[in-house]
């Protein structure tokens, strides 16, 4: 079976630096683009960031840009996204999900607060 | 990167279609054939129903269905069932190598 899980949200001040992490188990993890998105409390999806197979290229949302880092490790089976800076809007569900093309699936997501 | 643009909200009677749209520009959902759908349900993550304009993944009930028209991509629901009511957004791969998610439309079934 296919699963991701997200781990890394909480409670944190204004500028701070959190590290997201996903682990990825039932696929072929170096096979494949990774994707960050997301969600606002009562609010859409919002794509954040993606990364290829050999973490070469990288793309992000404007809003993040110089702020957050996507990475990974292969070996690990591991996503990651690095996020400094973080301002109140960054307050969120944050998800990863497998591909490129067309996220999914998806883990359960972690939240991140961004409050003082 | 404006988020592309779906209805917010319809509604349905059990039993009947409903479709939803997805409205892009030729950049996204105008050129690339890999416009996706998601259904929400609340406190849960997104779930894929539909990949690649049209495509359903194993597991995802035939009563969803996707297409697309120039610029615009379309969900439809049809014998509509209480357990669909429930958010749905749509993304679109871009030029720049990126994925635009619609605003999301909540479906309401009567």
Known sequence: EERLVE???????????????????????IRHWMTW????????????????QDGSEKHYV?????????????????LYLQMNSLRAEDTAVYYCARGLYTPGPWGQGTLVTVSS | QSALTQPASVSGSPGQSITISCTGTSTDVGTY??????????????????YDVSNRPSGVSNRFSGSK???????TISGLQAEDEADYY??????????????GTKLTVL
Not at chain 1, 13 to 20: C, H, I
Not at chain 1, 37 to 52: C, D, F, M, S, T
Not at chain 2, 33 to 50: E, R
Request: aromatic share 10%; hydrophobic share 30%.
């Open chain 2, 90 to 103: 749509c993304s679109s791969y871009t030029s720049s190598t990126t994925v635009l998610f619609g605003g």
């Open chain 2, 69 to 75: 028209s120039g610029n615009t991509a379309s969900l």
């Open chain 1, 7 to 29: 781990s890394g949200g909480g409670v944190v001040q204004p500028g701070g630096s959190p590290r997201l992490s996903c682990e990825a188990s039932g696929f072929t993890f």
């Open chain 2, 33 to 50: 054939n890999y416009v996706s759908w998601y259904q929400q349900h609340p406190g849960k993550a997104p779930k894929l129903m539909i």
């Open chain 1, 37 to 52: 998105v997301r969600q606002a409390p009562g609010k859409g999806l919002e794509w954040v960031a993606n990364i290829n």
């Open chain 1, 62 to 78: 404007d809003s993040v840009k110089g702020r957050f880092t996507i990475s990974r490790d292969n070996a690990k089976n591991s």
